[in-house]
């Protein structure tokens, strides 16, 4: 799912806005001026096309993520687990860590 402002494509195929789209169990909706995707893996991340996100997780995923959305702990301890394991002193180090090519 790529989305540029209120701009959103799955897998290249431009879906309209403010339509809703489901398909393989992933959807994506429009409340409001917000764009929400969510899977049927129990993630929804919504983003309001400027600067704000929300990531969201089922609790039947607690303690089972890793990531930039952390480990879903509850414990601040872990909040900023890098690949490789070790806990990143600043934020931006964080971040830079889950960069992909």
Known sequence: ??????NVSVNGVAV???????HKGLGV???GDW??????????VAW??????????EPELRGGTWG??????????DDFVQPDGDIAAFTAA???AWKVP
């Open 68 to 77: 930039l959305c952390g480990t879903y702990t509850d414990d601040p301890a």
């Open 94 to 96: 964080f971040g830079d």
């Open 48 to 57: 309001d096309g400027l600067l704000a996100v929300t990531v969201t997780a």
């Open 35 to 44: 764009v929400a995707v969510a899977s049927s893996l129990g993630v929804r």
């Open 16 to 22: 309209p806005q403010g339509r809703p789209y489901l």
């Open 29 to 31: 909706t429009w409340p």
């Open 1 to 6: 799912v790529v989305a540029e402002g209120r």
